[in-house]
């Protein structure tokens, strides 16, 4: 797929996400050896085969999800473009969960498309950890 | 402060940052509206006056810190330069600790000075967290 614009890049990605679509979602990260990708409280994946490997995982629990997306704040220039935003993540089934996650994802216009070069997410203070974790983390900065 | 590098910039952010220097902290932020903060499992900070107190509050805590950066991964084009790396933070005096956190730092060339517009820190997964933290956290996402 050509993504005209980084918003139909982001687009594409939650679709994918969302739909447990890993063709789709590998699509929409850009084919260069140094895309990152960071998942809530886990290490740093870097490249295109151990950020597919992280997905399929992340697919293969056959969860529900549910994804909304708030608060984007976008700024770019004519290669790359930063957004930030929150997902309300739903989890759909017997143990039904939300989580609230802040996201920084940046696309670089590569080969006339925009694609996913970075997704770093994170758990927000609005999310369902508990007192004692948020503080601790706060304590950590 | 003029900064000839995003390499330049973010030695004084972690100078800034280690040495409680709020004046030298908002030195390294741009003068731009956009500019957010998220500091680890906190909320959004935007815009320099929300960001300054949010810098004002980490600082009047009066930790000693060290900071030692790692794995530092750089990507630019000539107006914005992306950087994920590791902080390893230790905190000094009776309650030692040490935290490990991702980092995803973004500068912007803003008149002839490289100048930070994003810091999104997150716990990592080797940080201090319990088991459970880290295994709630892949779970959402």
């Given at each position: 797929m050509q993504y005209a614009t980084p918003e139909d890049a982001e687009a594409a990605f939650y679709h994918a996400f969302q739909h447990a679509d890993l063709a789709a979602m590998m699509d929409v990260?850009?084919?260069?050896?140094f895309i990152e990708c960071i998942h809530p409280l886990s290490g740093r994946v870097r490249g295109r085969s151990a950020i597919e490997a992280s997905w399929q995982r992340i697919f293969s629990s056959g969860q529900q999800l549910r994804i909304i997306c708030s608060d984007v704040h976008r700024t770019q220039d004519s290669l790359l473009a930063i957004h930030v935003l929150h997902e309300h993540l739903e989890i759909r089934g017997a143990n039904e969960r939300r989580a609230a996650i802040v996201a920084t994802n940046i696309y670089q216009l590569v080969d006339g498309s925009w694609r996913m070069v970075l997704h770093h997410a994170s758990p927000s203070a609005?999310?369902?950890?508990?007192a004692a974790e948020n503080n601790a983390g706060r304590q950590l900065h």
């Open positions: 990260w850009a084919d260069r050896e609005s999310s369902s950890g508990t």
